[in-house]
């Protein structure tokens, strides 16, 4: 069994006995959000004293024994249900539950550019910890690293006509990369904004990977101000903004990453996975 994909606060937001998991989430933790699968039982709590005990104004929702994993209901679904039968599924909808998210994950269009990495064994660490340990080899992508997955995906998931004007993002490092791959493969026009103090290697990978269809501005004396000049060349120019994780497209475009891991430990059950957090695009 899969007791744990991803989770932040973790000894606060789960218990695990019998054989079930127990999910809780408060309003004061809208950025909890985890995947459970097994007969499992997933228990959305709106109150903030989860530790006290207080179980009060509970949907409780059965997930699919055989089907694939699913996360949790958002608050504004909590606050507003009946008590659900959990004899009964749930039919998970995108705009009411965080759990919607799978549809949009499983439709994610990034191996056109993307690969699926390999969940390679780590013997030396394995064996450091006395346990098992698997690394997700994301640095093997053709921009060594995920972005291009979120990037991809919401920038082919863009109609033609606001293809057609352009897309802006503002990044120093592996997002830029992403979309300027992303521009290149899609025959779009990418404009992308870095800092003043953008080491010249990363503005030339940029350059390389999206040749002719990438434009690089140095602007700013930080990310800040790069990221202001990033939004008025989109209120400008009507170039569409790819965010590096602020997107539903680019957050599903980077939860492939889970489905391959699902998908690549079927037969060695995964016990916890545990996520580099920066902006929070890949946790998300």
């Excluded at 949009?104 to 013997?123: G, I, K």
């Excluded at 791959?181 to 390389?208: C, D, E, F, N």
């Excluded at 140095?218 to 602020?246: C, K, S, V």
Aim: charged residues 20%.
């Amino acid at each position: 069994m899969i007791r744990t994909l991803v989770s932040h606060r973790l000894t606060s937001n789960f218990q695990y006995n019998e054989g079930r998991l127990w999910l809780f989430r408060s309003s004061s933790n809208r950025g909890f959000l985890s995947s459970c699968i097994d007969d499992i039982v997933c228990v959305a709590n709106t109150h903030d004293n989860i530790r006290g005990g207080s179980r009060r104004s509970l949907a409780s929702i059965r997930a699919f024994s055989t089907g694939p994993p699913v996360g949790l209901a958002d608050d504004n679904m909590v606050e507003r249900a009946d008590y659900i039968k959990t004899s009964e599924p749930l039919i998970l909808d995108a705009k009411r539950h965080a759990v919607g998210y799978l549809s949009r994950v499983l439709n994610a269009r990034v191996y056109d550019v993307a690969e699926e990495t390999m969940l390679q064994p780590a013997p030396t660490i394995s064996k450091a910890i006395k346990n098992t340990v698997f690394l997700k080899r994301e640095d093997t992508q053709p921009v060594f690293s995920f972005k291009i997955r979120g990037a991809y995906n919401k920038m082919s998931s863009l109609p033609p006509s606001l293809l057609s004007l352009g897309v802006v993002a503002c990044s120093a490092g592996n997002h830029a990369q992403g979309v300027a791959l992303s521009a290149r493969v899609l025959g779009a026009r990418a404009v992308i904004v870095m800092p003043l103090a953008t080491p010249a290697i990363k503005v030339s990978s940029v350059m390389h990977h999206g040749g002719d269809n990438v434009e690089v501005v140095l602007h700013g004396q930080n990310y800040d101000e790069a990221a202001a000049e990033a939004r008025r060349l989109m209120d400008e120019d009507g170039l569409t903004m790819i965010h590096p994780f602020d997107d539903p497209d680019v957050i599903a475009g980077q939860g492939t990453i889970g489905m391959e891991i699902l998908k690549q430990s079927v037969s060695t059950p995964i016990d916890a996975v545990f996520v580099c957090c920066g902006g929070g695009g890949m946790l998300a």
